[in-house]
């Protein structure tokens, strides 16, 4: 099996279980039904999804993602594929499910076409995502704080597309919008270190602070988590809508 990555490490973690229990309590599909877990990753939604008796179906468009999946579930149904030319006939799955999936997309439109095309007639979706406009980092200074993660909002291409779920659904031709959201709250600081690194050299990089200040941002940071002062809040938009 391939080694974990940083993501597939975030979804052990107990902040995203709760997560993706939450995204099943909405999809409310009963044992036997059929669900396609878009961006499925490495498969830990697969897996749970299978043990409650949905038939799963996990697309994703990283082979090497795909290949861990395959590895863990050996007989369950996976496919390399975009998101906007899913391998389902119309009108094939009962319940639709995409996270971590929208920040990256420069057009949302065919994605969203496709979840319509492939769900049945009173078929539900839920799209998941974090809106990285309202992460919160703790910091004796908030202003370059909030520099810093701007450094982290311009490493994806759409990274406030969450708040803009239920909009997009509705224009889509779903129904009944529900929105929800879970805020996971982060006190170790090894679960977010990497981000903070990827996001103080973001900021650097564009010329948003200087090298000196990122040093000293992220000196503060592992500072706090040697005093157990550490504190990130990561909410994530939950929205689901039926077909």
């Not at 810093?148 to 708040?163: M, N, Q, T």
């Not at 010329?207 to 000196?219: K, N, V």
Request: glycine fraction near 6%.
């Amino acid at each position: 099996m391939a080694e974990l990555t940083f993501l597939d490490r975030i979804e052990q973690t107990p902040g995203a279980v709760e997560l993706r229990a939450e995204s099943y309590r909405l999809l409310d599909l009963a044992p036997g039904q059929t669900l396609v877990d878009v961006a499925c990753g490495c498969g830990h939604a697969a897996a749970e999804l299978i043990d409650a008796g949905l038939k799963t179906i996990g697309v994703d468009n990283d082979p090497a993602a795909i290949a861990v999946a395959s590895a863990r579930l050996p007989s369950a149904m996976f496919h390399v594929a975009r998101s906007d030319e899913l391998p389902l006939a119309d009108g094939s799955v009962d319940g639709y499910r995409a996270a971590r999936l929208f920040h990256l997309l420069d057009d949302p439109l065919p994605t969203l076409t496709e979840a319509y095309r492939v769900l049945r007639p009173g078929g539900r979706a839920v799209l998941a995502g974090q809106d990285y406009g309202f992460l919160l980092v703790d910091s004796s200074d908030q202003d370059l704080t909030d520099v810093i993660l701007l450094g982290l909002e311009s490493r994806s291409v759409a990274p406030r597309a969450a708040r803009s779920f239920r909009d997009w659904l509705l224009d889509t031709g779903f129904h009944d919008p529900e929105v929800v959201v879970h805020n996971q709250v982060v006190t170790g600081h090894d679960v977010m270190v990497q981000q903070l690194e990827m996001a103080a050299d973001a900021a650097v990089d564009r010329a948003l602070i200087t090298r000196d200040d990122a040093d000293g941002w992220l000196a503060e940071q592992n500072d706090r988590a040697r005093r157990d002062r550490f504190l990130a809040v990561l909410p994530t938009l939950l929205v689901v809508a039926t077909r």
